[in-house]
């Protein structure tokens, strides 16, 4: 009977769906997807709807993968909602203030994720103190950074920005006058994040370093190296996502971002990764996402006061922890039970 | 007789000011288990983890295969071959078997950044590597660490230790937090270690765990070998009240007896 089972990938049968971690996430997923659809009707379940909840998917999923698997590797990432402004106003006023060419200033703008990533990582590899206090750090310093020197170099808070038509076309369309090109970007992510987790030797190092740090650095395993580039991933993804805003909104603001701290751990946590480490997966994280975002964009299509909806997305973050906790420790139950 | 593979010789290590090991001389020999008694406190742990390189001794020297070395860190002592492991054996419990297994050794296809993480191949030499073991229940690798009983665990890093080229393995009280039936479980995995010629260094409080499978015991007191003696040599009692300080133990007793000889036979009443 193993033989079967642990042959096939996946497994079809119905323990070893229940033994993945995001058995949970996609049950949740499921039914938020019914009660919307049956509360907002059409407009919902066409591309309106559709569009609404992938095009916001699209932007905190490729944070929220990145988030995830330092989640996974036991650590948090706040200044994500610092990096996402930096990087807009750094592409904006490189692009136009400083009228370098696109690419140019779309470089800087990754740039300043990837070496804000790198100080993340260093000061976490290399210190002791709690990620969440250096993250809520470099966020505020960040933050100021970025507001300082707009203000020193455009004069005001917002930076209007006309870009070229390759830079738009790759980075800030409109497929069919709703979706928006960063949906395809997030497959990307997607694609890539799953790689490096479920198929890539590495993902093995990232999951070993969430379950016990210590242990992960007397197997061999580079955990410095591993958390840096963690963090320096999760820069990137911010500074993307800060690229593609700025591209579609043609628009910087010094104040965007903040709600891509909570949304990206939200959507996390939904998707089943264990907020101390360990245990996640990509899928899960996708799942968790787009829950979230359904009932995010759902609530305005459903006719309920949307100053309801943040109840509504509190209340989800707690079921689904509790339901993950449920899904997991099943998973564990059914390795110990089936003793013969 | 053949060189011992590990040796200690007048071993020393002090915190700062205070001396924690003192003028410790140890051998473990290939298909030999050293038992290493003592109390809470005793400096059981400080030595395993100068054996295991987490540690620098202070002063005195280790020997392997009767040559000088060192151990600058745990990676170094692994290398060298000598396996620790800890009392919950596998510390990854969300981690499938195949997985943790191969922890920073992951078996792969592909070249490059195309590396693959070979799970088929992981998951069946982690389980032949347990089943050899003696660990029949162990069929699928799929299976989280976490859902294995202790005794399981503990089976599962001595079998990866012992797959991975171990000469000497670290058993930090291995059996201290089972029950009675996967504590025999661990004992006859550890006999198992012996007989394919590890050296094993055993450390335990339970000195009947300790003399089941024990060739050699050393008694550490308060950071020093108060006994050093050889399978049969002395009895439980003895061990016991080494352990526990010799003098206040037989104090005790003697207390006691004095008590039920001036009470007609009877024990002091139970304290409240």
């Known amino acids: 009977m193993s033989d079967s089972q642990s042959n096939s990938q996946g497994g079809a049968g119905l323990g070893q769906l229940m033994r993945r971690p995001e058995a949970g996430s996609l049950v949740g997923l499921i039914a938020v997807y019914i009660f919307f659809a049956a509360m907002g009707g059409a407009n919902f379940l066409g591309a309106p709807g559709i569009s609404s909840f992938l095009n916001m998917s699209s932007e905190v999923g490729i944070i929220a993968l990145a988030v995830g698997l330092l989640m996974i590797a036991g650590q948090l990432d706040l200044s994500v909602g610092s990096v996402v402004p930096a990087s807009s106003l750094t592409v904006s006023l490189l692009a136009g203030d400083f009228g370098m060419p696109d690419a140019v200033a779309i470089l800087g703008g990754l740039g300043v994720g990837l070496a804000i990533g790198l100080v993340n990582g260093i000061l976490v590899s290399q210190t002791r103190i709690p990620s969440l206090i250096i993250t809520i750090g470099t966020m505020f310093g960040v933050m100021g950074l970025t507001l300082g020197l707009t203000v020193l170099i455009h004069g005001s808070t917002g930076v209007f920005l006309v870009p070229g038509p390759a830079a738009k076309a790759i980075f800030g369309q409109l497929v069919g006058n709703m979706f928006q090109v960063s949906i395809l970007w997030w497959g990307v992510f997607i694609v890539a994040v799953y790689w490096l987790l479920h198929v890539s030797p590495v993902g093995n190092w990232i999951f070993a370093l969430g379950g016990d740090r210590e242990s992960a650095r007397n197997a061999g395993i580079p955990t410095d190296r591993v958390t840096i580039g963690l963090y320096m991933l999760s820069g990137f993804a911010a500074a993307f996502v800060g690229v593609s805003q700025v591209m579609t909104f043609n628009a910087a603001q010094v104040a965007a971002g903040q709600t891509f701290i909570f949304n990206s751990i939200m959507c996390v946590v939904i998707g089943g990764v264990l907020l101390t480490g360990g245990s996640g997966s990509v899928l899960g994280i996708v799942l968790g996402t787009l829950t979230f975002c359904i009932v995010n964009q759902g609530i305005f299509f459903s006719g309920l006061d949307p100053n309801y909806g943040s109840i509504i997305i509190g209340a989800l973050l707690l079921i689904a922890v509790m339901t993950n906790d449920k899904f997991r420790a099943m998973a564990l139950a059914l390795a110990a039970g089936r003793k013969k | ?272």
């Open chain 2, 1 to 272: 007789m053949t060189a011992p593979i590990l040796e200690l010789r007048g071993v020393n290590k002090s915190f700062g000011p205070i001396d924690v090991l003192f003028d410790i001389s140890l051998t473990v020999r290939a298909g030999e288990v050293l038992c290493l008694l003592g109390d809470n406190g005793a400096g059981k742990s400080t030595l395993i983890k100068i054996l295991s390189g987490v540690y620098q001794p202070t002063s005195g020297q280790i020997l392997m295969d009767g040559q000088p070395t060192s151990f600058p860190n745990p990676r170094a002592a692994s290398d060298k071959g000598i396996a620790t492991v800890h009392q919950f054996g596998g510390t990854f419990p969300l981690m499938s078997i195949g997985r943790s297994f191969f922890v920073g050794v992951e078996p792969a296809r592909g070249w490059g950044p195309f590396k693959r993480y070979d799970r088929k191949t992981a998951n069946a030499v982690a389980v032949k590597a347990v089943r050899d073991f003696g660990i029949t229940r162990i069929d699928d690798g799929d299976r989280l660490v976490g859902g294995l009983s202790g005794g399981e665990r503990q089976s599962l890093a001595i079998a990866r230790a012992v797959h991975f080229g171990a000469r000497v393995l670290i058993l930090d009280e291995p059996t201290a937090a089972l029950g009675v039936k996967q504590a025999t479980h661990v004992l006859r995995i550890v006999n198992e270690a012996k007989r394919r010629g590890l050296a094993v260094v055993f450390i335990t409080h339970q000195v009947m765990h300790a003399m089941a499978v024990g060739d050699h015991f050393a008694v550490l007191i308060r950071g020093a070998v108060a006994a050093d003696f050889k399978k049969g040599e002395k009895t439980r009692e003895e061990i016991t009240d080494l352990m526990a300080g010799g003098a206040s133990m037989s104090s005790l007793e003697a207390e006691i007896e004095g008590y039920m000889a001036s009470h007609g036979g009877h024990p002091p009443p139970p304290a409240h």
